[in-house]
């Protein structure tokens, strides 16, 4: 069997290829909208005397928001020292979670993509390749609904923290009576929402592509030959 290079864009036009190349842009759309972020919320404070202070809280991807100085060390506002202020929570594990998962199914989706243009012949041949295949994605399936599951649970995180509730939990002056606080402005998190929506939509787009890969297998071939021999064998003889 020859097992070298041999270009061939028919696959591509198949269910396996054609959905690769379909998980290679979600993929691509999900970590692209999660680790460029970056925004800002401004924080209002409207003291009891008729003065108002503004705060701006800056925050960005991994998402470290326990890391993020709300407030530089003995600041005074609203006429009150307030010691450096922290914003609370950290939700870099479940971004840097959903991103790795993200560019690894990147990744893998050009080399499986090289292999069914290049190798195809090779592919088909052997029962290793279907079957590796069939297992990676089987794992991806099982990934993007964990990474996207503890994402959308991490920027529940960000948008509490950095909303009004979240900043009057964290700055002192704000639970007091006389001074009102508030987020005045919001930073767009869009590209958050989206990316919890591609992580999702890639855990289904894999699932479907699952299919097609384990018709590819010698276990689903195995299979319909039996059910093609079980179907031709003959009847019971007359008594």
């Given amino acids: 069997m020859q097992t070298g290079f041999r270009f061939n864009l028919s696959p591509v036009k198949e269910p396996l290829g054609f959905i690769k190349i379909v998980e290679w842009l979600t993929a ?23 003065s108002n202070e503004t705060l701006g809280a800056t925050f960005s991807y991994p998402f470290r928001l326990n ?15 307030v010691s450096e202020t922290h914003l609370v929570g950290d939700a870099s594990s479940a971004a840097e979670f959903f991103v790795a998962v993200a560019v690894l199914a990147f990744l893998y989706c050009m080399a499986a993509l090289l292999v069914y243009v290049g190798y195809m012949h090779v592919y088909r041949n052997s029962d290793f390749g279907p079957m590796f295949d069939f297992v990676v994605t089987g794992a991806f399936v099982f990934m993007w609904l964990v990474c996207s599951s503890a994402w ?11 909303g009004t509730e979240g900043i009057v939990f964290t700055l002192l002056p704000c639970r007091e009576g006389s001074i009102t606080c508030e987020v005045t402005e919001f930073a767009s998190m869009r590209t958050l929402n989206i990316s919890v929506v591609f992580g999702f939509l890639n855990m289904i787009v894999w699932a479907g592509n699952a299919w097609f890969v384990y018709k590819e297998t010698s ?15 003959p009847g019971p003889a007359p008594i």
């Fill in 152 to 162: 959308a649970r991490g920027l529940l995180l960000v948008k509490y923290t950095t």
């Fill in 219 to 233: 276990w689903h071939s195995q299979k319909v030959n039996s059910q093609q021999a079980a179907s031709r064998s």
């Fill in 28 to 50: 691509m759309f999900a970590f692209g909208n999660c680790g460029g972020y970056s925004g800002k919320n401004v924080i209002s404070l409207f003291c009891g005397s008729g």
């Fill in 67 to 81: 890391k993020v100085r709300l407030v530089v060390e003995n600041t005074t506002l609203c006429n009150q020292t």
